[in-house]
């Protein structure tokens, strides 16, 4: 079985569209998304729309948290908050509805799938010192899930932990060992931050036990436009040409 991982969209059409199509020629069985949908970008009901036609099992993000009033966005910067409360006047109320339903996080096969930390989703897991923390986590859950998929940072990458010891991974292709436990991000669907501007996902395959990360370009300009025209801060539309 083949999964494919895919993580903050933020209401990037665009790139949510150029990341189906390259997983539709993949071949693979399920997508899962790990949070944040909507923010920062000019879609945010075009992409609830395809993301619950496709009927893509998601978790909920700090930033479709704050979208529907769930939470406050109270640690966000300038540009997030001005993004959110752009987005909170434009969402449909059937999309609201959706948001506000989505889990904190989800149990899915034989690994966990969060957007931020293991019960926090807005605490970024960026460091050995933070992936130890959710490892610590992860071990007082119920069952030996030795995996966890998680989002929030942009940035794709691995953490494994061998019998205590904490290491990271940037490599393309990952071959997960039975004696290792793992937290693993996609990196970005529509706000990558690794200066790479092409958005990211990854694939996971069930019985290889293998994670391959994929980049794939899309109409940058189109989504630029898009941001400009809906009156949303030219900042967020210049980010995006710089992967940042």
């Known amino acids: 079985m083949r999964i494919a991982v895919i993580a903050d969209i933020h209401a990037n059409l665009e790139a949510l569209q150029a990341v189906l199509d390259r997983i539709a020629a993949l071949t693979v069985d399920e997508i899962v998304c790990l949070g944040d949908i909507v923010g920062y970008n000019a879609n945010p009901n075009e992409c609830i729309d395809i993301i619950r036609s496709e009927k893509i099992v998601s978790v909920l993000g700090n930033h479709d948290a704050s979208a529907t009033g769930r939470e ?69 859950l119920p069952g030996e899930l030795k995996l966890g998929f998680f989002g929030h940072t ?30 693993i991000n996609p990196g970005s669907v529509g706000q990558p931050r690794d200066d790479d501007p092409r958005a990211s996902f990854l694939v996971y395959d069930l019985d290889d036990r293998t994670v391959q990360f994929f980049r794939v370009e899309y109409d940058i300009k189109m989504c630029q436009d898009k941001i400009v025209r809906a009156g949303l801060p030219p900042q967020l539309a210049w980010r995006l040409e710089q992967g940042r």
Do not use: C, V
């Open 72 to 140: 406050e966005p109270n640690r966000f910067n300038a540009l997030a908050r001005s993004a959110i409360f752009w987005t909170r006047e434009h969402l449909t109320e059937e999309n609201r509805l959706f948001l506000l339903n989505i889990p904190r996080e989800k149990r899915a096969h034989e690994f966990i799938l969060m957007h931020g930390s293991l019960h926090d989703t807005n605490r970024y897991l960026l460091s050995r010192n933070d992936a130890a923390e959710n490892f610590h986590l992860l071990a007082g």
């Open 154 to 183: 942009h940035i794709g990458t691995a953490f494994i932990d061998h019998q205590g010891s904490i290491s990271s991974d940037l490599s393309s292709e990952l071959s997960l060992s039975s004696g290792k436990r793992y937290l």
